[in-house]
């Protein structure tokens, strides 16, 4: 499936004043330049003619090839969050344009990316060149437009990473070898002509547009648009530290993470092109992974000291020395991780993973999906549900997905680990009763439970599979998983590069919120854990 890159602007000299866009489109593997489109307008708002240039662009790539996949790339904040559904549209003069624009392609390939205005600089010459034009009474021309010339050079989309996506070790060592090659983060691109406004007079070449508001917005363009809360922000709402005496939510006697459920209008000159075109530029992400002791009161795991293997962490991640590099990779696939609600196994703090009885929701675990789906709702992000094939886990994505108006998909491989023998166990009786065995599980990820369940090991791969797939089909796009702790732990520590001891160091509750974000060029970003604050 050939992949483009839509590139919209527009500017309006006055807001509302004589208004124009431009828009390009290029291919997203070699940065060529495809096609662009300009008009000069009339008489409209900034934010008009942005949508207008956002409606041009995405049908001149559907002339190209109907079938494609389109990332659009905007410096209008507003266009990017009102057309990723993150913001109500309340103007009139825009609803329609984004119901129209929103009909082009077909949702699920389509993404919107904001970037800052420098990076944005051939649309924006288009725009101010139809501009120019309606000044002098003339349409706008492709044979005598230099947008194209005075833009530089592009460079292609970064390619499809190789080996496992969201596995910090190998995306890390991409993005240190990419930054050893480049020499540090590229110059972005020379910034074009700055829109005239009349009630201002001037303004300064290349200033930056914090808020959308150097255009010189106006009052009606941006009344009512407000953005939602998105997963990821709220760091500082999570609880407090494991709870040592917890099998299910991490902190197993110890520190140990894993007791999973284990507890716990006229058309505008159009004209095709060669010549090269900035499409994109590397993106490098950084991650960092900070371990913290085992729960007090508890035995910690045979392996390396905490320092060392939070050292080995920390080394697994790109930590580039002269900055970020530039953010060019695109939407990227957001998976909001979501532990089910309180079973009434969870409380008593017994082992449930895939091997037992698989327990329904309690009447307080009812409630607590009532409660994430509420804080989805108001979010509005969320753009599909997919869930583990355990009861508990597919009655809180019903409940959640009935309140977002989507349907749930189930997808085994995020199935909680298989405890064996210890299935309804408390820690402490799986203490007195197996003791050897709970020691070897406690020192090697390789152990597996009493009886023949399911090794961390085992778990890490299926789970790794499972996020794969997922990542495939869901690509661009924020998705829930509703699954258990020990998957959870499993995706978080992947992302991170963290080494296998770091499952003891994490603690998830019940109905809690973390989230992970995973990048075109392999890394990923931990953006959310624990969160449990719509819960309160």
Aim: zero cysteines; hydrophobic letters at 40%; a negative charge.
């Amino acid at each position: 499936m050939r992949e483009f890159v839509v590139e919209a602007d527009g500017g309006s000299r006055g807001n509302p004043g004589p208004a124009g866009y431009g828009a390009v489109v290029s291919d997203a593997a070699t940065g060529e330049t495809l096609a662009e489109a300009a008009e000069y307008i009339g008489v409209a708002t900034n934010n008009v003619a942005e949508y207008r240039g956002l409606l041009a662009g995405l049908r001149a790539a559907r002339e190209l090839d109907p079938d494609a996949r389109v990332r659009v790339r905007m410096d209008s904040k507003l266009v990017v969050e009102q057309m990723s559904g993150r913001w109500k549209i309340k103007h009139p003069a825009m609803k329609p344009l984004a119901a129209q624009a929103a009909t082009v392609f077909p949702p699920d390939r389509v993404t919107y990316e904001w970037i800052p205005r420098a990076r944005n600089t051939h649309a924006d010459r288009l725009a101010n060149e139809a501009m120019d034009a309606g000044r002098r009474g003339e349409s706008w021309s492709p044979a005598e437009s230099r947008a194209d010339l005075d833009t530089p050079p592009a460079a292609p989309l970064a390619p499809a990473p190789e080996g496992t996506p969201g596995d910090a070790t190998a995306g890390a060592a991409r993005v240190r070898e990419a930054l050893a090659s480049a020499g540090g983060a590229a110059a972005p691109g020379e910034p074009g002509p700055e829109r005239r406004r009349a009630a201002e007079g001037t303004a300064a070449a290349g200033a930056a547009d914090p808020a959308e508001t150097v255009r010189g917005r106006s009052t009606e363009d941006a009344s009512g648009e407000e953005p939602d809360t998105e997963p990821g922000l709220r760091a500082d709402d999570t609880e407090a530290g494991p709870r040592a005496d917890d099998p299910e939510a991490a902190g197993v006697q110890g520190g140990r993470g894993a007791g999973g459920d284990s507890g716990g209008a006229g058309g505008p000159a159009l004209t095709g092109r060669v010549r090269g075109r900035r499409a994109g530029e590397s993106r490098a992400t950084a991650v960092g992974a900070a371990g913290e002791g085992p729960a007090d009161g508890g035995p910690s795991p045979a392996g390396p000291a905490p320092a060392d293997a939070d050292r080995r962490a920390a080394q697994a991640v790109a930590t580039p020395a002269s900055g970020w590099a530039p953010a060019d990779m695109g939407a990227p696939a957001t998976f909001v991780l979501l532990r089910h609600g309180e079973t009434p196994l969870t409380p008593q703090k017994r082992f449930s993973g895939s091997g037992g009885s698989d327990p329904s929701l309690s009447d307080i675990g009812r409630e607590q999906a009532g409660k994430v789906a509420a804080a989805l709702a108001r979010r509005g992000t969320v753009q599909a549900v997919v869930a583990s094939p355990l009861a508990r886990t597919r009655e809180t994505a019903r409940i959640v997905a009935a309140r977002l108006g989507l349907d749930v998909a189930v997808e085994d491989g995020l199935r909680e680990t298989d405890f064996g023998a210890w299935e309804g166990l408390t820690f402490g009786e799986v203490r007195e009763r197996y003791p050897e065995d709970l020691d070897a599980w406690l020192a090697s990820p390789d152990a597996e439970p009493t009886g023949g369940g399911e090794s961390f090991a085992a778990t890490a791969a299926r789970v790794a599979e499972a996020r794969d797939r997922l990542l495939a089909e869901y690509r661009g796009r924020t998705v829930l998983l509703v699954t258990h702790v020990t998957p959870i732990k499993m995706m978080v520590r992947l992302a991170l590069g963290a080494p296998p001891e770091a499952l003891f160091r994490m603690e998830l509750s019940a109905a809690s919120l973390s989230a992970v974000a995973y990048y075109a060029d392999g890394n990923a970003s931990v953006r959310l854990f624990n969160d449990t604050s719509h819960l309160r």
